[in-house]
């Protein structure tokens, strides 16, 4: 199956007017204007395949596309793809040649068109590292019955060789007009249009591959973890949503757990600097976040009005951040990291790389099971850093199941799994309410309003005694789950 190699990137609406005003990439070698009708049945069965199908009229010539996946992670997309040229004006060919004829039976549905893109597009031929580029700049347009969607990208294809230099090639743009990570294809631009706008994007389920290998796993859960928080700081560069800030932290959270969950595979220097960057970004987040479960839980009054004076002080400071380019670069840093980082060939961790994947997961997890039976122990006594460090342990083992555990999915692990899902989220959720109470407290003496009747009836209420005893019991309960990875 041909496949292609390519880096998507988003820039503002000025942004490619300001690249080609600085003369980066020469004269502009082709320019042409496209119409691209994308179809599917009522039913978007090819769309719920992550299937997309095209008809591109280019000029004289019409190209029928078929992409497998059509959804791009946060990074460099590698695809399957099929291209041939058609008759103008007929319906799609629908044959052997790619996979829509086999869904289509298998669902009964008939092909219509769903929505359409209109492109002006730039592109280039160059040479960067020795290698091939092709440099494509849509400014493009999204028409789905009465609703449009303008939109303005960069997409850095490789020819024949490794994708060093398209990030090589990144820089340079982003040097002329400022980028960031793309992490949408066309197709899901089109589909989207259809929908409600979102105020927050959830994690995605991540589907590894039986036959794969420990970093190949890796690179498609971190990946993931890249798509929901691009889609969601995506949100915020438009407007404040508590919703986007808390699921951007915790796309931040499930890549820092991959990070350890992974960490025998990612050794190195590049690879602690990385993490301490993402830990900054994510405090950020953090202090957003606490003002708004802060702000949610106070009646009206003098507290609340203090804590969302506050509150819109530390958008002030997200906004600020989203907005500068540590936070645009290290969305970059992180996608080339994963594609050409040195940790990939590692001597020192030839042996971890060859692993296979379910005996790597296996011992995983044991390991993050014992940390939460060792920073547990006389739970409800410890002190408030031992008891935050035992909630992080808990939602790492949290996510490592979540990425790791559909491995074992034989009937009986398949229960177990479940059950100690269950278990682990009990203890998890009692241990985050202790960790919003101990929170709400270190905020308010920040304001200085610890002291002030308010502060003091609404810290009352949480009843810590209790929370500490019902927090033991569970951490009891889920040290008694079976372990189903063994």
Excluded at 111 to 121: A, D, G
Excluded at 233 to 254: C, F, K, N, P
Excluded at 307 to 333: F, K, P, Q, S
């Amino acid at each position: 199956m041909p496949q292609e190699i390519e880096l998507k990137l988003d820039v503002g609406p000025d942004g490619l007017k300001a690249l080609d005003a600085s003369g980066l990439l020469g004269d502009c070698a082709r320019e042409i204007r496209l119409l691209a009708t994308y179809f599917d049945t009522a039913d978007k069965e090819l769309w719920r395949n992550c299937v997309s199908l095209r008809l591109r009229k280019e000029g004289r010539r019409t190209l029928q596309t078929v992409k497998h996946p059509a959804v791009p992670g946060g990074g460099i997309a590698e695809r399957g793809e099929w291209e041939m040229p058609v008759k103008a004006g007929q319906p799609p060919v629908l044959d052997a040649r790619t996979p829509v004829p086999e869904l289509l039976e298998a669902h009964g549905g008939a092909l219509q068109p769903v929505f359409e893109v209109h492109s002006l597009r730039k592109s280039w031929d160059l040479t960067a590292a020795g290698l091939q580029l092709e440099v494509v700049a849509d400014d493009a347009e999204v028409i789905a019955d009465d609703r449009r969607g303008p939109f303005h990208e960069i997409e850095i294809e490789v020819h024949g060789g490794q994708p060093t230099a398209a990030f090589e090639m990144a820089r340079r743009i982003d040097a002329a007009t400022p980028v960031r990570l793309g992490v949408l294809a066309k197709a899901e631009r089109g589909f989207r249009i259809l929908e409600v706008e979102p105020e927050a994007e959830d994690a995605e389920d991540v589907t590894l591959g039986r036959d794969m290998l420990p970093a190949e796993a890796f690179v498609a859960i971190a990946q993931s973890c890249l798509r929901q928080y691009r889609l969601n700081e995506t949100i915020l560069l438009d407007r404040q949503s508590g919703e986007a800030v808390h699921q951007a932290r915790v796309a931040l959270r499930r890549l820092r757990s991959a990070m350890v969950l992974f960490r025998k595979l990612l050794a190195g220097e590049e690879t602690r600097r990385l993490a301490a960057r993402i830990r900054t970004l994510a405090h950020t987040f953090g202090e957003v976040r606490d003002f708004d479960v802060l702000a949610g839980e106070t009646s009206p009054g003098m507290l609340r009005d203090r804590i969302e004076a506050a509150r819109e002080d530390a958008y002030a400071t997200l906004d600020g951040v989203l907005h500068g380019a540590e936070a645009r670069h290290l969305m970059l840093d992180l996608a080339e990291w994963l594609a050409t980082g040195s940790w990939r060939d590692d001597p020192q961790t030839a042996d971890v790389r060859e692993t296979p994947l379910k005996n790597f997961a296996s011992k995983a997890l044991h390991r993050l099971r014992r940390k939460v039976r060792r920073h547990g122990q006389h739970l409800a006594s410890l002190d408030d850093e031992a008891r935050h460090q035992l909630r992080k342990d808990v939602k790492k083992l949290r996510y490592g199941i979540e990425f790791l555990g559909q491995l074992f999915d034989g009937k009986e692990q398949e229960k177990h799994r479940k059950k100690f899902l269950k278990a682990l989220k009990k203890l998890q959720q009692e241990l985050g309410v202790l960790n919003d109470l101990v929170t709400a407290e270190q905020r308010l003496a920040t304001l200085g309003l610890a002291d002030t009747p308010e502060a003091q009836e609404f810290l009352t209420q949480w009843r810590r005694d209790k929370l500490l005893h019902h927090a033991a019991d569970f951490r009891h309960d889920l040290l008694e789950e079976k372990r189903f990875w063994q």
